[in-house]
């Protein structure tokens, strides 16, 4: 097995984003022993998925440690982004699901 490919390939990226979201373990952790493995598990993914096609529109060329480098900072960030878009989501989920009750429920009462 040639290792060097493994360094210079997708595993790589995978590793700075699991990297990247330890680190955000380290200075803020979530609360549960789960939270962190999903922090840690969606980092990577966030990272492999995301890092190579930003790296490929925004730095066309770049070698892979930049796509390393970006997977680090979204591993670190990606998760956290993905709260508060779920949370978002979820608040304003609520709130239309209210507004359109109180609709339906203002119309059945003019019958």
Known sequence: ????????GPLS???????????RLIVAPPASTRLRLAHVISGAL????????????????????????LA?????IGPLIAEIAISLIQQRGTGFAEQLLNR????????
């Open 46 to 69: 966030m990272a492999l998925f995301i890092a190579p096609g930003a790296v490929e529109y925004w730095l066309a060329g770049s070698s892979i440690a930049i796509q390393r480098m």
């Open 72 to 76: 680090l900072a979204i591993g670190v």
């Open 104 to 111: 339906i429920n203002s119309s059945e009462d003019r019958k």
């Open 1 to 8: 097995m040639n290792y060097l490919e493994l360094n210079n």
């Open 13 to 23: 990226v995978l590793a700075a984003g699991a990297a990247g979201a330890v680190i």
